[in-house]
């Protein structure tokens, strides 16, 4: 934990030109943990929580504009995506970062940051990054 914020000022200096970044992780990995890690970094005054049940939370950061914060967790597929609204936000020029975005993978833009969190154990984690477009 006490790598995080350093961590976060990483991925953002070297990835902020990704509008929309994906986190791809087993349950408990800490990607909302990242997420506001990178708010906190973005100086984000309001409540950073996963949005699991409203399923889109909007931020405004003073550094970065506007992020939408998007959980797919509960959605069935990319129709129910499109229902609730998702690709609206997508189309923006808010950053959005989206947790289980496998839920509703044909709905992403062709430009994209993909963070693959890996539990190594209880303390530790490791990312790997993959950039599209």
């Not at 790598?3 to 986190?23: D, H, R, V």
């Not at 914060?69 to 990319?78: A, I, N, Q, S, V």
Request: glycine share 6%; hydrophobic share 45%; aromatic share 12%.
């Amino acid at each position: 934990m006490d790598e995080l914020p350093g961590i976060a000022e990483w991925l953002w200096q070297n990835y902020s030109a990704y509008k929309t970044w994906a986190f791809y992780a087993p349950m408990g990995a800490g990607k909302t943990t990242l997420i506001h890690a990178l708010c906190d970094l973005l100086k984000v005054s309001a409540t950073v929580s996963s949005p699991t049940f409203a399923i889109i939370n909007e931020y405004e950061s003073p550094v970065a504009g506007a992020i939408i914060h998007m959980d797919w967790y509960r959605l069935k597929d990319e129709e129910e995506a499109v229902q609730a609204g998702v690709e609206y936000a997508l189309s923006g020029d808010a950053y959005c970062w989206i947790e289980w975005a496998e839920k509703a993978e044909g709905i992403l833009p062709d430009s994209i940051l993909r963070l693959y969190i890996e539990i190594i154990d209880e303390q530790t984690r490791e990312i790997n990054i993959k950039k599209l477009g």
